[in-house]
């Protein structure tokens, strides 16, 4: 079956939850994207997006650290966080900033080297002093419970994965499936020392921004359930649970905020 015929049959099992979005994404979009201008917009992305995602990867920035170090940089670093947070967490704001610069750019190896080589170039060096930020890993990874299959063979799998999204995003396929199905079998690849979950997620939002949507912030306190829909993809050999946290995930997060403008839109009682 081609890519074409596999991303249908996803677009036909998740036809619900694609109305869902659908509809509240149009909301979103008139309500708070548009209405905030699009630096204000990306501003914000940038900081709650990078707080969550390297937080997920074990950092203890906050959003409000976040903020503070996007705005007044590494001469203000937040009391109780080290060097290295403060330096991943900056290498983060500069591949977040080279990706939504180049959202032209070709979805290929090129882009996936670039921000990888972005979000660690100032930090793998002391995690891993032999290895280059934005090369392939050459051993063989384990990361918490699982280890990873045979390097050279999954690295020789990355170039078809980036060429068959290219494709999908040209076909018009869903952005939010794209996005969910790449990411999926991406981190199954697992094909650099360091960074592949920030990588992954960070090229899974280029998908997004390309086609004018949202981004996808998977918050902390989902940590767990992301983490398991991704080893169901090594277990039971289908992505269908991750793409299902993906709509769920998005769609939870615009209602949300449209919630929370609502509520902040009402008048206040002084007295």
Known sequence: MTIVGLFCIFATMFEKEIEEYELIRQEYQQK??????????MEYNEILFSAHSCAIEGNSFTVDDTRILREQGMAMIPEGHSLLECTEMADHFHAFDYMASHIDHPFDEAL????????TEHTLNYRTPEAIPGEYTTE??????TVFGDHETLIARVPNLMESTERAINDGQHPLIVSAKWHGYYEYLH???DGNGRTGRLLSNFILLRANHPLLIIELKDRAAYISALKQIRTEGTDEHLTAFFFHTAITRMKGE???KCKNSLPMLFF
């Open 32 to 41: 708070i994207a548009d209405r905030m201008g699009h630096r204000q917009w």
């Open 112 to 119: 996936l080297k670039e921000v990888n080589r972005l979000v």
């Open 140 to 145: 063989d990874m384990a990361a918490g419970d």
């Open 191 to 193: 094909p650099f020392r």
């Open 258 to 260: 449209l919630a929370q």
